[in-house]
């Protein structure tokens, strides 16, 4: 097997405070300009220009817990070593849907096979992801939970160790690893667990369905939904998907206890997207 080449740095988010973010469902997942192909993938036409599409907004969960209880561990909490594998195995998420070029990030979770939010593919056709070094290779969806907010992708030649997945616990210091504003390089940033549980909340759709969730002392931004919430041994306790109305250091994580079974309904063939979001 091939030496895996060596990968720029990650960046790591400052923990000092920055602009509010106004979240929801979608709110991780940002339309960029059209990036060109590279040899890998030359994929089809984009629209442009490419403009932000409106997101629905999410109502703040679980806000009735002390979040300063818990307070924003620093990029520390995730040691180095334990960093650069994590990075060596996320993708930025990218492809044209009816409104523009939608842009969020994903993990390897199993050989070939990459997870990111579903609200990042939905409507999209020719998805492609782009690795830590550069490569981009094409996509294709191969599972889509609009309730859960998950999808699987399919990777020939992804080559990228697939990420365990683990259990949360209320209080663990780890960090999302993601590409806000859909940079080409991987961004680390620092977060809490400070609550779990089951809410109710709309699908993708409207429809009313019920969700495990986390919530985060994090700072994300749109490009970071689909990104992996990882504890500081490296495993995957969730996935991200939202932020909070109303406090900036609030995001949202999709429980690992909800992806496993989105992974295993992973066909070996296309699956639908669904329908754009508005």
């Known amino acids: 097997m091939a030496a895996m080449p060596k990968l720029p740095p990650p960046l790591r988010r400052p923990g000092t405070p920055r602009?509010?973010?106004?979240?929801?469902?979608?709110?991780?997942?940002?339309?960029?300009?059209?990036?060109?192909?590279?040899?890998?993938?030359?994929?089809?036409?984009?629209?442009?220009?490419?403009?932000?599409?409106?997101?629905?907004?999410?109502?703040d969960l679980l806000t009735g817990l002390l979040a300063a209880l818990f307070p924003p561990g620093g990029a520390g909490t995730v040691a180095p070593s334990v960093q650069e594998r994590v990075a060596a195995s996320t993708v930025r998420v990218a492809g044209a849907d009816c409104r523009g070029v939608r842009?969020?990030?994903?993990?390897?979770?199993?050989?070939d096979l990459a997870v990111t939010a579903a609200h990042v593919v939905a409507g999209v056709?020719?998805?492609?992801?782009?690795?830590?070094?550069?490569?981009?290779?094409?996509?294709?969806v191969v599972a889509f939970d609009p309730d859960r907010d998950l999808a699987v992708q399919r990777v020939d030649g992804l080559g990228q160790s697939p990420l365990p997945?683990?259990?949360?616990?209320?209080?663990?210091?780890?960090?999302?690893?993601?590409y806000p504003g859909g940079q080409p390089r991987v961004e680390i940033s620092p977060a809490t667990i400070v609550?779990?549980?089951?809410?109710?909340?709309?699908?993708?759709?409207?429809?009313?369905?019920?969700?495990?969730?986390?919530?985060?002392?994090?700072?994300?931004?749109?490009?970071?939904?689909?990104?992996?919430?990882?504890?500081g041994a490296g495993?995957?306790?969730?996935?991200?998907f939202a932020v909070s109305t109303v406090r900036p250091d609030v995001a949202y994580a999709v429980t690992a206890r909800?992806?496993?079974?989105?992974?295993?309904?992973?066909?070996?063939?296309?699956?639908?997207t669904g329908a754009c979001l508005s």
């Open 19 to 59: 602009r509010a973010v106004v979240a929801l469902l979608a709110v991780l997942a940002v339309v960029a300009p059209a990036t060109p192909a590279s040899a890998h993938h030359r994929g089809p036409a984009q629209p442009a220009p490419a403009t932000p599409v409106p997101l629905p907004q999410l109502n």
């Open 103 to 111: 842009v969020g990030s994903g993990f390897a979770a199993r050989p």
């Open 125 to 140: 056709t020719r998805p492609e992801v782009l690795r830590p070094d550069g490569r981009r290779l094409p996509a294709t």
């Open 165 to 178: 997945l683990g259990r949360p616990v209320v209080g663990t210091q780890g960090a999302v690893f993601g």
């Open 195 to 231: 609550a779990s549980g089951v809410v109710r909340l709309d699908n993708l759709y409207g429809g009313l369905t019920s969700r495990e969730i986390l919530r985060l002392n994090a700072r994300l931004a749109p490009g970071d939904s689909g990104g992996p919430l990882v504890d």
């Open 235 to 240: 495993t995957v306790v969730g996935v991200a």
């Open 258 to 272: 909800e992806l496993e079974p989105v992974l295993n309904s992973a066909s070996t063939s296309p699956v639908s």
